[in-house]
């Protein structure tokens, strides 16, 4: 597996507060209308108003959260869409009209793969992937008391996530396996001492000082996060700018960080753990305490 630093200028993502956004699908002009902007309880879940057109005229309507960060109206080949109406998230073929809803806690954002026949519906602590061929769910996991990183395509059937520890739980949907892959930490990769920063990450407590203002939790340190760029596969950190000191303000031990990115440029071959916690490029044993722990990550 193999990463590359790159810059905030080397990727785009997809700005999905857009007001109107406008399609074509055989012969047809579709239009999906957001607007008023709701504010719920001191900015922290907002709703816009969702009008849906085909042709000029009005074809569904609603409330929707707003995404956590990015949000995929329609499939590469225009012939799926998804609008998350609250209280009914629904997925349409376009060319046959066939609906289905399929709805998640807290939506975090959608992600289809570049081949149009699957999608990602992310929540904040459960995923279910749709196949959009055969309109029905596929895989779903949930964890009761935790949040969840975002679940992403590295291939059109093979979806990566990011455990608590820095592993990439991976699932592959031809073959049903799923396995615990290696990826370089951003410390490894950067350079910078875990034992000096590990008091803070161990902390799990808001003290990152941000470029712009305010604290950041302290477990995104040494650990990716995924963003949805649709040209690249890019993850995002957070990397400590300074050794750490007292907050008299914030009252706790912070540092401050600054945000660096990284593009995946090669993912074979993937390096997988065994029982031993030893790398290797075998397949693993379904029987060892690894498929329990996958079984606990996935189901």
Same mark, same amino acid.
């Given at each position: 597996?193999?990463?590359k630093?790159?810059?905030?200028s080397?990727? =785009?993502?997809?700005d999905?507060?857009?007001?109107t956004?406008?399609? @074509?699908?055989? $012969?047809?002009?579709?239009k999906?209308?957001?607007?008023n902007l709701?504010?719920?309880?001191?900015s922290?879940?907002?709703?816009?108003?969702v009008? /849906?057109?085909?042709n000029?005229?009005l074809?569904?309507?609603g @409330?929707m959260?707003e995404? $956590?960060?990015?949000?995929e109206?329609?499939s590469?080949?225009?012939k799926?869409?998804?609008?998350?109406l609250?209280?009914?998230?629904?997925i349409?073929?376009?060319d046959?009209?066939?609906k289905l809803?399929?709805?998640? %806690?807290w939506f975090?954002?959608n992600?289809?793969?570049h081949?149009?026949? !699957?999608?990602?519906i992310?929540?904040?602590?459960e995923?279910?992937?749709i196949d #959009?061929?055969q309109?029905? @769910?596929i /895989?779903h996991?949930?964890?009761e008391k935790?949040y969840l990183n975002?679940?992403? /395509?590295?291939?059109?059937n093979l979806?990566w996530?990011?455990?608590?520890n820095g592993?990439i739980a991976?699932?592959?949907?031809?073959?049903?396996?799923? =396995?615990?892959? %290696?990826i370089?930490l951003?410390?490894s990769? /950067? +350079?910078?001492d #875990?034992? =000096?920063?590990?008091? #803070?990450? %161990?902390?799990k407590?808001h &003290?990152? +000082?941000?470029?712009k203002?305010?604290m950041?939790?302290? +477990?995104n340190?040494?650990?990716?996060n995924?963003l949805?760029?649709k040209?690249?596969?890019?993850?995002?950190?957070l990397?400590?700018t300074?050794d750490i !000191?007292?907050?008299?303000?914030y009252?706790r031990?912070? &540092?401050n960080?600054?945000y660096k990115?990284?593009?995946?440029?090669?993912?074979?071959p993937?390096?997988?753990k065994?029982?031993g916690?030893?790398t290797?490029q075998? !397949?693993? $044993?379904?029987n060892?305490?690894l498929w329990?722990?996958?079984?606990? #990550?996935?189901?």
């Amino acid at each position: 597996m193999e990463l590359k630093e790159i810059t905030k200028s080397d990727f =785009k993502i997809s700005d999905y507060r857009n007001k109107t956004t406008v399609f @074509e699908f055989d $012969n047809s002009k579709y239009k999906l209308i957001l607007g008023n902007l709701q504010e719920i309880r001191m900015s922290v879940y907002l709703y816009f108003d969702v009008k /849906f057109f085909k042709n000029d005229k009005l074809i569904l309507s609603g @409330e929707m959260q707003e995404p $956590n960060g990015y949000y995929e109206l329609y499939s590469p080949n225009k012939k799926f869409v998804y609008i998350p109406l609250k209280g009914g998230q629904e997925i349409i073929n376009l060319d046959s009209n066939q609906k289905l809803i399929s709805s998640v %806690d807290w939506f975090n954002g959608n992600i289809f793969n570049h081949a149009s026949t !699957k999608m990602i519906i992310n929540g904040a602590n459960e995923f279910k992937v749709i196949d #959009l061929q055969q309109m029905k @769910e596929i /895989f779903h996991h949930k964890e009761e008391k935790e949040y969840l990183n975002d679940a992403f /395509f590295v291939e059109d059937n093979l979806i990566w996530r990011f455990t608590p520890n820095g592993d990439i739980a991976e699932l592959n949907l031809e073959s049903k396996e799923q =396995k615990i892959a %290696d990826i370089e930490l951003p410390f490894s990769m /950067f +350079g910078i001492d #875990l034992a =000096k920063y590990k008091p #803070l990450i %161990d902390k799990k407590t808001h &003290c990152l +000082g941000l470029p712009k203002g305010g604290m950041a939790y302290s +477990g995104n340190l040494n650990h990716w996060n995924y963003l949805n760029s649709k040209k690249k596969i890019v993850f995002e950190t957070l990397v400590p700018t300074s050794d750490i !000191k007292y907050s008299k303000g914030y009252e706790r031990d912070y &540092c401050n960080v600054e945000y660096k990115y990284v593009e995946l440029i090669k993912r074979l071959p993937t390096t997988y753990k065994n029982k031993g916690g030893i790398t290797a490029q075998t !397949k693993d $044993n379904n029987n060892n305490k690894l498929w329990s722990k996958l079984k606990r #990550l996935w189901s």
